[in-house]
């Protein structure tokens, strides 16, 4: 069941290449000297305080909010052209959690595109909807409103939504922030699942905890961006002054990401 | 009943109950969704000022709140989605000076007014052919655009980011919407009045949000549900002797208070 991925395949650098990136609202400087290479089927995970800018750099990605400065290249691409490979999960909040709509009808949304205007949906996207709502085991859901789902089966199928446009990038925003211990593990069963397939994931989280076990890579954001490319949250990452969910350290993290340093 | 279908003005108001119920239902439905109700009120208080100036000009005023009512769309939905500062304070600072503007060109206007006062509470009993050919058209046109772009309509009303995400012209979208705003809005100025458009803009939607989950659905059911209301009110008018704008407002304002009542109490009780 490996996605079938577009005819794009040949692009064979980093899916998405960040060089010195500033970005912010108006005179608010919201991301400062970011540096960032995302692989093929990585997974990675990115940590840091809400209000660092994790939101926003999902945003420039998206090209949804263009750059003070500094480049930003998707598939090779500018960020506008390239939103056709990327699949976004938004933030929870930003929905009317009554608004009345068929779980199906959602994911539908994931097919759409300029070139899809005048042309009504096709037994080739409503087989794409389907198969993507078994990937996220809500298959037999489909004929439901989205209203009667509970939390985290919302979430799902936003998920659904964002793979139904077969991209090659997810990108999730804090997508288990309001739902319970139990469908959160659920998701980040699922989003590992959705990796092995082939599609190269970028989730932003202020919960280290979680995320810590199941992604391959992990960062710290606020502000300025620690990323090397490693499972392992070095002591840099959390210094003094950087301001990263101190809280995790007293945690017992489920696996090991902290890297030993004396002091500790 | 017979007797109140012989005369024609009655034929004509029951025909533009029809019509407007049509835009209605259609544009109702994304207004509620969307949660534009405050900016499409401030369109057609604004369109007032259209109507003031048309009766000063001398020309058709139905021409004059066309203009006003698609110049305050367009900028009004500027205002609301480029300034970051308390949009909804600008659009009521030009809802009230268009009604301004329309108070103070019917007072430079020499003569006669009473005509002045159709447009605030409506006067579907003085419809003319014309008005219907109006409506009829404005009909055609809600129906169209939004059968073309109901999917596009259905994603930005429920997620804009992630419509934007998609490529889609959010933007585009958006000013088609408000124009048919604007022009629903004239031609319900007609039917009800400028003042309580709002009520028949957003009740029949409103109630079908309540018990329907489907957009579609809810656009069939609000046609049918304002249709309901202008008819009712319309006869209920007549024979009690009423104003009948006001009458298709309470019509609906009772239907809807009684829904939100019926909704509560099935809340409660399971299903």
Known sequence: MRQSLSNEKRFSGPLVEITQLNAGYDG?????????????????????????????????????????????????????????????????????????????????????????????????????????????????????????????????????????????????????????????????????????????????????????SYVKTIGCLNRTLHYHGEKQVTAEMLKTGYNCPVDLIAHGLPHRVLAEHEGR | MIEMLSYGFMRNALLAGVLVSLACGVIGTLVVLKRMVFISGGVAHTAYGGVGLAFYL???????????????????????????QRPDTLIGVMWAIGMAIGI??????????????????????????????????????????????????????FDETFARARNLPVDLLYIILITMIGLSVVMLMRVVGLIMIIALLTVPAAIGAMFLKHMGKIMWLATGLSLVFTTGGLILSYFFNLTSGATIILVSGTAYLISLLVRRLCKRCPE
């Open chain 2, 104 to 157: 103070i060109f019917a007072d430079l206007t020499p003569g006669y007014k009473a005509d002045l006062m159709s447009y605030l509470f409506g006067s579907i009993l003085a419809v003319t052919s014309t008005d219907l050919w109006l409506m009829l058209i404005v009909d055609v046109i809600v129906v169209v655009v939004v059968a073309l772009f109901f999917k596009e309509f259905q994603a930005t009303s």
């Open chain 2, 58 to 84: 001398g020309v058709n005023p139905i021409l004059g709140a066309i203009t006003f009512s698609l110049a305050a769309s367009l900028l009004m939905g500027y205002i609301q989605r480029k300034t970051r």
């Open chain 1, 28 to 212: 608010e400087t919201i991301l400062d000297d970011i540096n960032l290479n995302i692989e093929r089927e990585d997974f990675i995970g990115l940590i840091g305080p809400n209000g660092g800018g994790k939101t926003t750099l999902l945003k420039v990605i998206l090209g949804l909010l263009p750059p003070k400065k500094g480049t930003v290249r998707v598939m090779g691409e500018s960020p506008q052209q390239a939103r056709r490979y990327i699949g976004y999960v938004p933030q929870f909040t930003v929905y009317d959690s009554d608004f009345p709509i068929s779980v199906r009808d959602v994911v539908r949304m994931g097919r759409l595109g300029p070139a899809r205007l005048f042309k009504p949906y096709t037994a080739h996207d409503d087989a794409i909807v389907n198969e993507r709502l078994d990937w996220v085991e809500l298959g037999d859901q489909k004929d439901r409103a989205l209203s009667e789902l509970s939390g985290g089966q919302r979430q799902r199928v936003y998920i659904a939504r964002a793979l139904a446009g077969e991209p090659e990038l997810l990108l999730l925003d804090e997508p288990t922030i309001s739902v319970d211990v139990e469908a959160r593990t659920h998701i980040y069963d699922l989003l590992h699942k959705i990796n092995e397939l082939g599609v190269t994931i970028l989730l932003v989280s202020h919960d280290l905890n979680v995320i810590s």
